[in-house]
Structures are given as structure tokens and as C-alpha cells.
């Protein structure tokens, strides 16, 4: 391979960078570190299946022009399992509780284009804000304890902020929830229309450029510095690294990140009610991950187009019991599933290397 | 006001005795099940059920609500459960969730979602008067069964044999089997026994919190509270959580009803971040 | 000689009714080879976790470059020039060496709160992390996951880790415990090589390895300091015989 060429023949894999096959060159001459710089330019380069992918989102309005508002959903749905996947998936922080920011994104956004102004764009600042905030502020409740004394402050986190909806009746409309949320045209331009195209591109674009800024930082020093806690805490702060300081900021992050979430769900549906904070919401979302993996930030992203695809199957035929295949789905993968699972699409992946879509669909089958 | 304390004595009472069984597989066994509160939902509904269609008095039903669910209990100990005791909190949270919203949605299929009424018999309705303190006789009743209920588990964990063996078995499983206490069968018997209790809980109750599919999402975090609140190191701590957790709760709802269980909630957090082995937890 | 680059004042440390510190005085010299033995259960690595900010001090005071850290977060201390192996391995197992290598640089020139910057941006650091990688013999293995790696290769990954800190006082916790023959050698050779200008403080129950590297001893028997000196000395020492060696020569 000759030093200096950048598009390799690499085996294109949408793992995690940190395994892609490490420097190939052979005989590595003393003081030459040029393997080293080439890794690590490696990792951060796009792969193939990246382009692909988004590719495929992209023109999926085209191929599928009646299924925009189920695109919507999953787009939506990738975003906020994209921002679990920053705090589980890289710093290893477990929430069971992260309704929470969807919820208040949803309802700030809700009462944002309710109340003041109307436009998309300022609607989603405002609540990736007003999500932030929270979650700096909840950030602290998580610092310290075991990952039960997690999970259960981040459930009583949400339970309480469940509660507050609920009990605040002229702010969030108790159980009837806000209604008659009317966007104008993102930038001005795109008209909210019936059919959910304007929804689901704008969706995607938001997500889009979440998930840019995201795959930047997670390449960068911090985002290193967070798998670094995430491997080993005691390490980690050995080497340096101020975790309190590092999860206090990606746990805002992805408040921030859940936020737009429940941003482009109020938006897009000019409805907010209280199912955004239910628990199903933080239950549904585990799943979500489990099926597309954490820590390589498509794990949010396929498990939300497996999610949903499977939820529209189901859900058609009887919407009423969806949960008991939720339930299911969790217990088969806990118990065995998922590595079955992973297994199998890492060796799909490695067969018809560059197609996602074939790992995609080997992540189905049991 | 006393009626408020008593009304809160006999909820916390009924938390023990839903919660105890938590109490000990979190506890004891250190494994987080919240599908608790499902094996309280069919000792519920095998209550209704056995009211409802076979024409069985209340108290009669009492038993089968204990046996069925413990029944339940050790199938699904010995088949899912027990391979993941070594698993990450996480994985049994997960795992246990997904048996909490299966649990749901399959009651309600073949119950409906409707609120289950459940007659209690009439020498157990109505109430009588103390010193001007209207006392529930139904809760009278309730608080009488958890009373034997909590004397007797406690008998059991610190004076028998088999509450030796559990303690053995929890502190080094290795050096348990070592002097030959079947750690595996005794692991599945404690699981049944919370089970059981559970479902009593959960037939007890059915007047007094309501019976509807939701049952199991809707208490999880109670019964979460009492144990972490409580401390994980036996029964006391929980039975004293429960007691404080119900009384608090009725008098919160009555006081400060716009409050919602923003109390309980509070509580439980502020506990876990200051003393996450609980508030009545001894250093072990 | 200048002052010295690490002390403990009194230091003390107690778990319950145990005394698991015994108000230790403790000097390390700029620049030394100094070894702490001791019996198993003798409080050696208690007070290292004490020195490093992992446990706190009961009483007492730790000076690092004549600065008071006794109450310094971990990895302030580190900022502030001490880095320290572990007896056991605590290594980012999904990372690569290089990744960690480039983990410990990146905070020793304080980027890790850089969120937009890229792992390569300053190409010096990746070449730094190259070399030490080389002068720590993880060149072939430098872009395998490191819990792939041989254990020998993460004893080593541990101390380069340590050392790419640039730390003024290193720590060593048993650097060549239960590290196979065949790996062993090198590993040897690696702690011997540290550059002169690093003060080291090596944590070992391996006579071999503290008589052949260290110029200074301390020994610690139940969190009391009981003898301090040349090797020599140390070895011919009565107390420590006793105490300490046992039946066995020190020089085994």
C-alpha cells in the first residue's frame, strides 16, 4: 500500500472504528510512525456503507412516497436513540430515564411554536436548551453509585418530571396534552404538508447534521477520554482524565440531543401529550439500542428502522397488545438473542462486505 | 388525621408484604427483578377470577393467590431467571422489563383492561368507631395478615434452618455448596416463596389500590422504593420503609394532593445519593 | 541534593479499628530507584492508592514537588506529574495501545474537553505515541484491541501508559507480577531503561527485580515503616530478616 493514498481496497465495515484491522504495512522500520498516523486517519475516514446509508435515507421519499410519516417516526426515533448511545454506548452511563428530555424538548418546542414564534428552527434551539439544562442539572444525580442506584435515580427522574406535566395543568394541558401546534415553513420555505415530506426532511436533516456533529466528537479527544471512562473509571481517572467533568458535559449533550428528538416529534406532529414521557418511551428506546448495538452511533440508527418496521407490521394487526412483542423482543435478546444477533450480522457483514442493508436485515433473524 | 394514619399504616403494611419478596431476591439474592409486581397482578387475578367464575369466597381464594404465582415463580426461576444472575444489572432490568410488559399485555387480552372489582365479604366492610377514629375493618384485616406475615418471614430468615442456609448461600455460593446446601433449589424456593407473597400481596390489595392490567408498571417503583429505601441488608429496614412510604403517601395525597407522588419520588432519590445502601442499612 | 519530589508526612490511614498506615514519613528523592517491599497485607498498595488520590489519607500530608495534594482529586495529581501502574491491569480493553497512548497524551496537554477537535490534529502527539509505543515494545501489537493482547504486552501497555504522562514520579504496583518467563525479560529491560530524570518508586515482592534495579529500599511491615536503605544494608539488616524475610536469603 503506498503511503499517502487514501481510498485503500479496505474491507468496508461500519463497525466501530477501533476495530477496523489495525496498520497493514509490513516491516515497519525503526522511527517510522507513519503506520500510526495512517490508523488513526483511517478510523475517522467515511465508509463506504456510511455513504450508503444515508444514501438510502435520502431517497427512500421516492422509492416509498406513501410511507413518509412511518419515515418520520424513524428518524425521529434514530435521534433519540442516537443520543442514548452518547451517554450508554461511549460513557457506559446506564438511564432508564431518558423520556425525560424527549418529554421536555417535546413540550418546550410544543409551547415555544404555541406561544411565541412559530418557526421550526427556533423552536428546535429552544428546546435542545431548555432538554440541556434538565440534563445538566439531573447530570449530577448520576455521578456517582452503582449502575442500579442509575437506573433507579434516572427512572425517578423521569417519574418526577412525569408527575410535574402532569400536575401542571395550564402549562402542559394535564392529560389533554397541547394541541393545535401550527409550524411555519422550515426557513421559510417548506410548508408542513399532509403527506409528512416536508416532516420527514426535515427530520432527516436534523438528524443528519446531529449525527455529523456527534461522529466528530466522538472522534475526538473527549470522546476518546469518554470510552476511556467507560472501560475502566479508576484508569481512566488515573490517566488524567476529570470523569465527573466528562459526563457532566456528554450527559447535557445528549439531553440536548433527546431534546430535538421531542422537538421534531411535537413539530412534526403538532401534538404534545403526555405519552412523551411515559416509561415505555425509556424501555422502548433499551430496546432500540439492543437490537443495533451501542457505541459505533448506527446502533440507534438501524435499531429504530428495525423498530419501527417491526412495530408497523405488528401494530397493523393488533395495535393493542404491541407492548407484549416489545416485552418479548426484550427477553429474547437479554436471554441469548442478542449475541445470536450480532454474531450473525457481523458475519453477514463480513460476507457482503459494503451492504448494510444485508447486515441490516441479518439483524433480524433470531 | 388518625384515620389518615391508620389508612397509611395498612398501605405501607400491604407495601411490606408486595415488596418483601423484592426484598429478598434484590437484597439477598442481589438480582433486580421488576416483574415483581406482575406475580402481584396474578395472585390479583386469581382472586377475580376465582370469585368471579367458581363462586369462591374471598378468603378462600387467599391460598391459590399464594400458591399460583409462587408456582409461576419457580417455573420461571428454574427456565429464564437463574441464567442471568450473573448478568449486568442492566441485562436484568431489561430482561425483567420486557417480562413486566408481556405480563400486561396478555392480562389484558384475556382479562380486559378494565379495573377489577373485588367483593370482600360483608364482616369485612364498613367500618367502626375508636375514640372517634373511623378504623376500616377491611384494613384492620389487612394489617392483621401482614403482621403474621412479617413475624413470620422474619422467624424464618433469622431463626431457621433454611434462613441460615439462604444467608450462607447468598454470602459465598462456593463455600455453600461446599458444605453441601443445595444452593440452586434453595435459590428457586426463595424466588416462589417472594412470588407467593407477592400474589397475596396483590389479592390483598386489589380492594385497596385497584386491579387493572397496569398494575405491575404502576408499583414497580413502589415496591423499588421500599427496598432501596430500606436497605438490602434484611426485612427490617423494608417493613419500616413501607411503613413510613405508606403513611407519607396518604398523607401526602390527602394534604397535598397536586403534589402527585412527587414526594416519594423525591424521597427515593435524595436516599439513593446519600446513602445508597439505604436509609436503615446496616454496614456490612 | 534538591528537595525531595514526593514525601508523606505522618501519614495514616485507618479502616475501622484496622491501622492500615502508621503515620509513615516517606521521601522519595529526585530521580531515584526506590523500592517499597513488604509482606503481603503489609499496606503497600493502600499507600499507593493514598499517594495517587484513589483512598484518603485518615491524617497526615502528601507533597508532590513541595505542593500539598493530600486532598487532590486523581487526576490532578497526574496533571501535576505522578502516574502510576496497577498491580492489576486497568486498561481500556476496547481501545488499541495507540488509542490509549494518544487517551493519556491527549490529557497531558489538557484536550480533553477539546469536543471538536480531531485525535490527529496535532501530528506530534500521534508521533509521540508511536515512539513510545516502540521504546515499550508495543510497536507490533500498537492497532490490535488490547484485550486481545498477551499479558505480558499489557504489563508493558501499563507502564507506557504511565510513562507517556510525562510524569516526574512514576509508580510502579508489582510491574512484573505474573508475567510469564518467556515475556518477562523484556519487561525487565523496560523498567531498567526509564530515563535517569524520572523518580521511581517501584511497589514489588520480587527480590530479583528490587535487588537488581533499586539503589534505595523501604520496608513496610502492618503500615509501619521498620527499616529504610541501601540494598545492601537492607538485605544485612536483622529486623528486616525477621520481620520480613523470613527464613529466606535476601538476595534469592
Known amino acids: 500500500m503506498t503511503a499517502g493514498t487514501p481510498s485503500a481496497p479496505l474491507p ?24 500510526a498516523e495512517q490508523a488513526v486517519r483511517r478510523a475517522r475516514r467515511w465508509k463506504p456503507a456510511e455513504f450508503l446509508f444515508w444514501t438510502v435515507a435520502l431517497v427512500a421519499p421516492l422509492v416509498l412516497p406513501r410511507s413518509m410519516l412511518l419515515m418520520n417516526e424513524i428518524a425521529i426515533l434514530a435521534l433519540f436513540a442516537l443520543s442514548l448511545d452518547l451517554i450508554l454506548g461511549y460513557a457506559g452511563i446506564v438511564s432508564l430515564g431518558h423520556a425525560a428530555f424527549l418529554g421536555v424538548g417535546a413540550y418546550a418546542a410544543g409551547l415555544f411554536a404555541l406561544n411565541v414564534n412559530a418557526d421550526p428552527l427556533a423552536g428546535l434551539l429552544v428546546a435542545m436548551l431548555t432538554a440541556s ?45 397541547l394541541q393545535g401546534i401550527a409550524m411555519d415553513p422550515v426557513l421559510g420555505l417548506f410548508d408542513f404538508d399532509l403527506k409528512g415530506r416536508t416532516a420527514y426532511l426535515y427530520s432527516l436533516a436534523v438528524l443528519f447534521l446531529l449525527f455529523l456533529a456527534a461522529r466528530r466528537m466522538m472522534g475526538s479527544p473527549f470522546g476518546l477520554s469518554l470510552r476511556a471512562i467507560r472501560d475502566n473509571r479508576l484508569r481512566a481517572s488515573a490517566s488524567g482524565v476529570g470523569v465527573n467533568g466528562r459526563l457532566v458535559v456528554v450527559y447535557t449533550l445528549a439531553a440536548a440531543y433527546a431534546g430535538a428528538a421531542g422537538a421534531l416529534l411535537a413539530q412534526t406532529t403538532q401534538f404534545v401529550s403526555l405519552d412523551v414521557l411515559e ?31 417491526f412495530q408497523d407490521a405488528v401494530a397493523a394487526a393488533t395495535p393493542q397488545y404491541w407492548q407484549f412483542w416489545v416485552g418479548l423482543l426484550l427477553v429474547v435478546f437479554v436471554s441469548g438473542g442478542r449475541e445470536a444477533v450480532h454474531k450473525a450480522g457481523a458475519a453477514l457483514r463480513r460476507k457482503i462486505a459494503g451492504l448494510k442493508i444485508a447486515g441490516l436485515f441479518g439483524g433480524r433473524r433470531p | 388525621m388518625l384515620t389518615i394514619l391508620f389508612d397509611g399504616v395498612a398501605y405501607g403494611m400491604l407495601l411490606f408484604i408486595l415488596a418483601s419478596g423484592l426484598a429478598v431476591t434484590l437484597g439477598l439474592m442481589n438480582f433486580v427483578n421488576l416483574a415483581h409486581g406482575s406475580f402481584a397482578m396474578a395472585g390479583g387475578y386469581v382472586t377475580v377470577v376465582l370469585m368471579q367464575r367458581y363462586g369462591m369466597g374471598f378468603l378462600a381464594t387467599l391460598p391459590v393467590a399464594f400458591l399460583m404465582p409462587a408456582l409461576i415463580g419457580a417455573v420461571l426461576e428454574r427456565t429464564l431467571y437463574r441464567p442471568l444472575y450473573d448478568k449486568s444489572h442492566l441485562d436484568q432490568v431489561l430482561f425483567s422489563i420486557g417480562l413486566v410488559f408481556m405480563s400486561v399485555a396478555a392480562v389484558d387480552y384475556f382479562m380486559g383492561s378494565q379495573q377489577q372489582l373485588v367483593h370482600v365479604p360483608s364482616w369485612l366492610q364498613g367500618r367502626f368507631d375508636i375514640a372517634g377514629t373511623g378504623i376500616g375493618r377491611y384494613r384492620s384485616f389487612v394489617i392483621g395478615v401482614c403482621i403474621v406475615v412479617a413475624v413470620l418471614l422474619q422467624f424464618v430468615l433469622a431463626r431457621t434452618r433454611f434462613g441460615s442456609q ?119 | 541534593m534538591s528537595a525531595p519530589v514526593l514525601e508523606t508526612l505522618d501519614l495514616v490511614k485507618r479502616f475501622g479499628g484496622l491501622l492500615a498506615t502508621n503515620s509513615v514519613s516517606f521521601t522519595l528523592e529526585r530521580g531515584a530507584r526506590h523500592a517499597l517491599i513488604g509482606p503481603n497485607g503489609a499496606g503497600k498498595t493502600t499507600f499507593v492508592n493514598q499517594l495517587t488520590g484513589v483512598l484518603k489519607p485518615s491524617g497526615g500530608a502528601i507533597r508532590l514537588e513541595g505542593r500539598d495534594v493530600t486532598h487532590s482529586r486523581p487526576e490532578a495529581r497526574v496533571r501535576l506529574g505522578m502516574s502510576r501502574t496497577f498491580q492489576i491491569n486497568q486498561l481500556f480493553r476496547t481501545m488499541t495501545p495507540l488509542e490509549m497512548l494518544l487517551l493519556v497524551l491527549g490529557e497531558r496537554e489538557g484536550r480533553g474537553l477539546h469536543l471538536w477537535s480531531r485525535l490527529d490534529a496535532r501530528a506530534d502527539l500521534v508521533r509521540e505515541a508511536a515512539a513510545i509505543a516502540e521504546r515499550f515494545r508495543l510497536d507490533d501489537v500498537i492497532g490490535e484491541t488490547i484485550a486481545t493482547l498477551s499479558y505480558g504486552k499489557q504489563r508493558q501497555l501499563e507502564i507506557a501508559a504511565a510513562f507517556a504522562a510525562r510524569p516526574k514520579v512514576l509508580l510502579l504496583d508489582e510491574p512484573a507480577a505474573g ?16 530515563p535517569a530524570e524520572v523518580s521511581v518508586l517501584l511497589i514489588e515482592h520480587d527480590m530479583d527485580l528490587v535487588f537488581r534495579f533499586a539503589t534505595r529500599i523501604t520496608v513496610l511491615v502492618n503500615g509501619t515503616v521498620i527499616a529504610e536503605g541501601e540494598p545492601a544494608a537492607i538485605a544485612a539488616d536483622p529486623t528486616v530478616r525477621a520481620a520480613y524475610l523470613g527464613g529466606e536469603s535476601g538476595d534469592a
Open chain 2, 166 to 284: 439462604l444467608r450462607a448461600a447468598v454470602d459465598d455460593q462456593r463455600v455453600a455448596r461446599g458444605l453441601g446446601i443445595e444452593v440452586g433449589l434453595l435459590f428457586t424456593l426463595t424466588f416462589a416463596v417472594g412470588s407467593g407473597l407477592a400474589g397475596l400481596g396483590g389479592a390483598l390489595g386489589a380492594e385497596m389500590l385497584g386491579l387493572d392490567p397496569t398494575f405491575p408498571l404502576k408499583f414497580m417503583i413502589y415496591f423499588l422504593i421500599v427496598v432501596t429505601v430500606g436497605g438490602r441488608a434484611g426485612l427490617i429496614g423494608p417493613f419500616i420503609a413501607a411503613l413510613l412510604i405508606g403513611i407519607v403517601d396518604v398523607a401526602g395525597k390527602y394534604y397535598v394532593p397536586e403534589a402527585g407522588a412527587f414526594l416519594i419520588y423525591a424521597l427515593m432519590i435524595v436516599v439513593l445519593l446519600f446513602r445508597p445502601q439505604g436509609l436503615f442499612a446496616v454496614a456490612r
Open chain 1, 133 to 177: 439544562a434538565l440534563g445538566f442539572l439531573s447530570s449530577f444525580l448520576v455521578l456517582r453509585g452503582t449502575d442500579l442506584t442509575r437506573l433507579m435515580v434516572t427512572l425517578g427522574v423521569a417519574l418526577l418530571v412525569f408527575e410535574a406535566a402532569n400536575s401542571w395543568r395550564s402549562l402542559t394541558g394535564g392529560a389533554d396534552g
Open chain 1, 279 to 309: 416509561f415505555h418511551r425509556s424501555a422502548d428506546l433499551m430496546l432500540v439500542l439492543i437490537i443495533g448495538g451501542t457505541g459505533w452511533l448506527y446502533g440507534g440508527l438501524i435499531g429504530a428502522v428495525l423498530f419501527e418496521l
Open chain 3, 179 to 194: 508475567v510469564p518467563e518467556a515475556e518477562r525479560q523484556d519487561l525487565l529491560n523496560i523498567v531498567s531503561e526509564l
Open chain 1, 12 to 35: 468496508a465495515s461500519p463497525l466501530p472504528p477501533e476495530i477496523v484491522p489495525a496498520a497493514p504495512p509490513p516491516a515497519p522500520l525503526a522511527r517510522d510512525v507513519a503506520p
